[in-house]
């Protein structure tokens, strides 16, 4: 299985509402991480999680918070968000550097969860 | 840290060639290439680790010049699925933390037929 999953795929939610984004892989990567993509933008960092604990937080609001239950599963909650926070939101994986020693490892992406806030 | 792409954005024939250039200001370790469709996730094409290493993918290919913090991404004999856009994501050389990739704002090909 080289895939990571999404789930939703698309998401419409108020400012006052609580949702969660799901993202999975069975890779055995020991890496996960979130971004926020706006159109025609790259993709931007938000966390990063290495063996199941949280290793950078891009100064992120709280409205966003991360869980990473296990090694093939990272959530991210959303709550009070705003119209601004509509965005592509895309998780990845990869393996560490800290098994093989390199540095970094190619990252794949999910399909994203495409996300609006009235 | 974010590097600079160029060019923008290209418009190509089916069968030309392109270069995307990728640089950075800070000393790096590594640079990775992913393509990016409308409205697909970016996939991940090559990355390279050492200085002047030349790696390639079918009709894809790419270079690391440590010396210069430059990479250079070849599409030759373009085909109509290389439309899309074209991200480098750079990793620091010094004092960066494990899985932080910088992406420059990408650069969008586009190929007729």
Redesign the interface.
């Known amino acids: 299985d080289t895939e990571v999953t999404q789930t939703p795929k698309h998401l419409v939610m108020g400012m006052t509402n609580k949702k969660s984004l799901k993202c999975e892989q069975h890779m055995g990567h020991r890496?996960m991480?979130w971004y926020k993509q706006k159109a025609?933008?790259?993709?931007?960092?938000m966390f990063?999680y290495?063996y199941e604990k949280l290793?950078?937080n891009e100064s992120v609001p709280s409205r966003f918070s991360p869980e990473c239950p296990n090694s093939s599963l990272l959530n991210l909650h959303l709550h009070a968000l705003q119209p601004e926070d509509s965005a592509l939101y895309?998780c990845a994986s990869?393996q560490?550097?800290?098994a093989s020693g390199?540095?970094?490892?190619?990252?794949?992406?999910?399909?994203?969860t495409r996300l609006t806030v009235l | 840290q974010q590097p600079v792409q160029s060019p923008q954005a290209v418009i190509l024939r089916e069968g030309e060639d392109a270069v995307i250039n990728c640089s950075s200001s800070k000393a790096l370790y590594s640079v990775h290439w992913y393509r990016q469709k409308h409205g697909e996730a970016p996939v991940f094409l090559m990355i390279l680790l050492k200085g002047g290493e030349q790696k390639g993918h079918e009709k894809i290919s790419a270079s690391f010049n440590e010396k210069k913090q430059q990479s250079s991404l070849y599409l030759t004999a373009s085909q109509l699925s290389y439309s899309g856009t074209y991200f480098c994501g750079t990793e620091p050389g010094r004092g960066s933390t494990l899985g932080r990739l910088y992406f420059g704002r990408g650069t969008q090909l586009t190929v007729w037929p």
């Open positions: 890496a991480y025609k933008k790259p993709p931007e960092l990063v290495s290793s950078i895309l990869s560490t550097g800290l390199r540095r970094n490892h190619e990252q794949f992406f999910g399909p994203g």
